[in-house]
């Protein structure tokens, strides 16, 4: 493929991928991504043939190459709970890099009200099972170098994902939610 016309499909997946972080995958159309990236609706076509062969790249090359950069550095860290909280700074990283929290593009995609192929849905569920994977792993390192107490590593990988996609939220209304306060609550959880 021509220089040219690797940054003409860059642009559309760009611009796809900022509409559908912003108004959803549902209400993205390929005449808005079209209109907002200034071609046809036709060249749209030319590069992809649905708008579903567009998510399925996005999710390939935008969002697992993200988690997959994502997980590579965490473990960088030298301490499990050092990764835990690098792993939250990333997610805090990519969702102000998107404007928008990931993890609810994943939401709308998995909700039984989108109508998706299973090629789509197994995409974003493999990304899923990559983070769920990754942080199971740093938990149960922790758990087994005493660095953490004896938990179930799924459990606690679920409430930690989910705690994280909540805390993401917060943070992108505008919520006054301290990082450190955050990683306290988690890592000392309630009980004095």
Sequence with gaps: MSDKKARKRDLILDTAFELILENGYSNTKIIDIAKKAGIGKGTVYEYFESK????????????????????????????????????????IETTAK?????????S?????????????????????FLQFEAIRDV??????????RRVDPYMATACFMGSISFYLSLLQKGMPCAEDSFLDCIFRGLIM
């Design 52 to 91: 579903e062969a567009l998510i399925l790249e996005l999710i390939d090359k935008r969002v697992r190459q993200d988690y997959v950069r994502v997980c590579e550095t965490m473990l960088k860290a030298p301490t499990c709970k050092e990764r835990l909280a690098e792993y939250l700074r990333l997610e």
């Design 98 to 106: 998107y404007k928008a929290n990931v993890n609810d593009l994943q």
């Design 108 to 128: 709308e995609l998995t909700s039984s009200n989108t109508e998706i192929s299973m090629d789509v849905l197994n995409a974003v569920h493999s990304i899923v």
């Design 139 to 148: 938990i149960g390192n922790g758990i087994e170098s005493g660095e953490f």
